[in-house]
């Protein structure tokens, strides 16, 4: 009966496995420049994690580019950050090509699953604040703004991640940067350029978002577990103003 009992257990863990449901590439985009080595590849893509519970690990993308003539002349294996449940990771990358390719293809492997140690409510996203989108003369992007952290614990080290979008919303670019040691209550400054764009824009729309850096959910399950802050609640230090500065006082109803 022991026996039995084992095997049973053994056989609803492929079952569990299987119940979760594949990472899904919902955007990606690549642009090719002319750079004083080659050719200069930039991509950028959104994954999406359907599972509720569970992180998705050890993801890495493969970045294939082809001539015209449908030969390979750049392949790129990027480690990506760990997937959170129910989210999505924004990501972007960069490689050197010999010769200019004229298809760029963006493919990931499967995930490795990781049960979330706390409820998804609990991995509160990381704040960001004064973004600022300016484009340069060279008909590049700077980006810049301010990350917060919302956790007691400090986070050691965050990925920053803006993806830029024209008028109909359509991904046609990307960059992302790092911070380090960013504290509660304390943001920290970011600023990245977006060097070519897949089509030639205007840009409508920058989409920023933060992460913590490594293939394992470990760092934000640690930051989760710190606690998020509680909300502010000191009192205003400045006197009331002697009248609303809104009041608009109704006129009166003369109707008999």
């Known amino acids: 009966m022991a026996a039995a009992s084992l095997a049973g257990c053994g056989g609803d863990e492929p079952r569990r496995e299987q119940a979760l449901k594949p990472l899904v590439m919902k955007e990606q985009t690549s642009s090719v420049a002319q750079g004083t080595g080659g050719y200069v590849v930039t991509w950028a893509g959104v994954i999406s994690n359907p599972n ?42 960069q490689a050197t090509a010999a010769a200019a390719p004229v298809d760029v293809k963006v493919s ?21 604040t004064a973004p ?9 992007y700077l980006v810049t703004g301010a990350v917060g952290n919302p956790y007691q614990k400090a986070a050691t080290s965050l990925v920053i991640t803006a993806l830029l979008r024209d008028k109909d919303g ?22 990245l350029t977006v060097d070519s764009l897949s089509s030639g824009g205007p840009v409508a729309r ?24 509680p909300p502010s609640t000191v009192k205003p230090k400045t006197p009331p103003f002697t009248r609303d500065r809104g009041y608009q006082a109704m006129p009166v109803d003369s109707r008999p």
Do not use: C
């Open 170 to 191: 359509k991904l046609i670019g990307g960059a992302s940067t790092y911070v380090d040691d960013v504290r509660a209550g304390s943001p920290r400054r970011f600023v």
């Open 52 to 93: 509720r519970w569970h992180f998705g690990e050890n993801v890495a993308a493969t970045v294939v580019g082809k001539d015209a003539s449908g030969k390979e002349v750049v392949r790129m294996e990027q480690p990506l950050d760990a997937v959170p449940p129910a989210g999505s990771l924004k990501f972007t990358g």
């Open 108 to 128: 990931f492997r499967p995930a490795r699953w990781r049960q979330a140690g706390r409820i998804p409510s609990a991995f509160v996203p990381f704040p960001i």
């Open 206 to 229: 920058t989409d920023i978002a933060a992460r913590t850096w490594g293939s394992s959910a470990r760092p934000y399950e640690e930051l989760a577990m710190s606690g998020a802050m």
């Open 132 to 140: 600022i989108t300016e484009k340069l003369g060279n008909g590049s």
